[in-house]
């Protein structure tokens, strides 16, 4: 089976920003080319964690893991043989995806203009930290700032800490998830009409969903949401357990599934439901373990008084069971007694799920380049009549250089001069 985009050629020269947007579209098959600057490459191939026994600048796992399947070029921006020569490269491509700030693309002379002059319908992406227009479009980003401007850092961590980044990057991630999305309905229109297009990408932007209802808030209420805090008591069954290996979070006090009665079931199958069957109680669980009920009770201080020994009862009676157990082990029966509860994976567990083992996720491809058998995470979706490929792994720095320049009609010689004077 071919890939649904076997027939395009992508060129990426973004940075960090942008190196999953490239990656997503070269699983579905278009040629993609990772163009970096000779010597040290992109600024990725510097972030750790790195390749045990690989030696710089090839051990990068985030540059391995985000560049896979794309072959790779150096070529000197700045220069203008370089400049020319990218140029060339461009006339041959579908697809340009970069995350070049204004100023930046008027030095190297390659703004939309320039570049739409090149290659009259190319779907051209711009995805940079603050968009290509506004009094921030100059400014220099990184994720931790497109976190922190978009709204989504204020809402992340515990109430009475400060607000924390998010992991791994999610700013970058998400703005390349919006780039790739936004290329293909570029694509479309451009089978449609035979034109290209800007397809332009704002990290700030691009995290706004992750606030979920803040901004409604706020436009609505005139309210800032803020972390949320934790109940004035232990409500048992809901939130994070720990169990004999690991952690688990419940939500066995509210309604959905079979709430706390469910999970009481379990227990008594167990024999570990200690007197939680007996008065007073079984009917307490049986009537009152909602957390909505429990809440509005809360409200009244000799009300709460009166619940707080019978919760923190049955709350160590949940936590003795629940260390008594592995943690796949209460996921797993939770889910025959339709109780909520989510098992907190580590990568470990993840590598090992039996879930994605039985859907033939991973993906393993030989690296001769840097020595090792890899294996990859599978793509995001499954297509089942043009399914995603891993066809090779991250490119060496310039290791396809000869092979494409020959593509756009260089000759050999040419290629020579270009490498000795350090254009590529």
């Not at 370089?82 to 041959?92: A, I, K, N």
């Not at 796949?328 to 567990?349: A, F, H, I, K, N």
Request: negative net charge; aromatic residues 6%; glycine residues 12%.
């Amino acid at each position: 089976m071919v890939g649904a985009l076997d027939d395009l050629r992508v060129i990426d020269a973004s940075g960090p920003i942008g190196h999953y947007a490239g990656r997503l579209l070269a699983d579905l098959g278009a040629d993609v080319i990772k163009v970096e600057p000779p010597g040290s490459g992109d600024t990725a191939r510097s972030y750790p964690p790195f390749l045990p026994d690989v030696d710089a600048p090839e051990s990068s796992l985030q540059f391995l893991l985000l560049n896979a399947n794309k072959r790779g070029v150096t070529i000197d921006l700045a220069d203008e043989r370089g400049h020319d020569l990218f140029l060339r490269l461009l006339g041959t491509a579908d697809v340009l995806i970069e995350s070049w700030r204004p100023q930046e693309a008027a030095e190297l002379g390659l703004t939309h203009e320039q570049i739409e002059a090149a290659s009259a319908n190319i779907v051209h992406a711009s995805v940079t930290g603050w968009g290509l227009t506004g009094p921030r479009a100059q400014w220099a980003y990184a994720d931790i700032v497109g976190g922190a401007m978009s709204g989504v850092m204020t809402l992340a961590g515990a109430p009475d800490g400060p607000p924390e980044q998010l992991p791994d990057l999610q700013g970058y991630r998400c703005a390349s998830i919006d780039t790739a999305a936004g290329v293909m309905a570029a694509l479309l229109h451009r089978d449609a009409s035979g034109e290209g297009q800007l397809v332009e990408v704002s990290m700030q932007e691009a995290l706004s969903m992750a606030q979920e209802t803040a901004m409604q808030g706020a436009d609505i209420l005139g309210e800032d949401r803020v972390r949320g805090g934790a109940l004035a008591f232990r409500l048992p069954g809901l939130g994070l357990y720990e169990c004999a290996d690991g952690y688990v979070y419940m939500m066995a006090a509210g309604l959905a599934g079979s709430g706390f009665p469910g999970l009481l079931e379990l227990m008594v199958e167990t024999d570990e439901a200690g007197d939680l069957t007996e008065e007073p109680y079984a009917t307490f669980i049986a009537e009152s373990m909602n957390r909505g009920l429990l809440t509005a009770a809360a409200q009244d201080p000799a009300t709460l008084e009166e619940l707080m020994g019978t919760l923190e009862h049955i709350d160590e009676i949940v936590c003795a069971f629940l260390l008594n157990h592995p943690k796949q082990y209460v996921y797993q029966r939770s889910q025959e007694y339709r109780v909520l509860v989510g098992m907190v994976s580590t990568p470990q567990d993840i590598s090992n799920s039996p879930q994605l083992a039985a859907r033939d996720w991973w993906r393993e491809i030989d690296d001769p380049g840097r020595g090792r058998t890899l294996r990859y995470p599978g793509p995001p979706w499954q297509l089942r009549g043009t399914p995603a490929t891993l066809r090779r792994p991250a490119p060496l720095l310039g290791e396809h250089n000869e092979e494409l320049f020959l593509e756009v009609g260089l000759a050999a010689g040419e290629i020579g001069a270009l490498a000795r004077a350090g254009v590529v």
